[in-house]
């Protein structure tokens, strides 16, 4: 199936991006917007992925969230945000 537009490749989906307050997490969450998506940021910074989410605009939201901690996992999958239609689960893994 092909799009007409680039900027629709991912409209109607939601990403859940972790490690999203900077980095490549960032650049994909930008990148997912332009192409037609809404994300939500996770990381366990705070202040800087409340700010990331302000920045990229009003099609990203932010929620904390330590990946060790199965409990922020699961809260970040069943946040409000993440309550619409088709889901996209993103990581950033850092050794």
Do not use: W
Not at 10 to 30: M, Q, R
Request: charged share 15%; hydrophobic share 40%; aromatic share 4%.
């Amino acid at each position: 199936m092909g799009y007409s537009s680039q900027s629709a490749r991912l409209e109607g989906k939601v990403a859940l991006i972790t490690g999203a307050a900077s980095g490549l997490g960032k650049a994909t969450a930008s990148k997912f917007i332009s192409n037609g998506a809404k994300v939500v940021l996770a990381d366990i910074e705070h202040q800087l992925g409340q700010d990331a989410a302000k920045e990229i605009g009003p099609n990203a939201s932010f929620i904390a969230c330590d990946v060790t901690k199965e409990s922020d996992i699961s809260n970040a999958v069943i946040s409000p945000s993440l309550s619409t239609a088709s889901l996209i689960l993103c990581t950033e893994m850092q050794v």
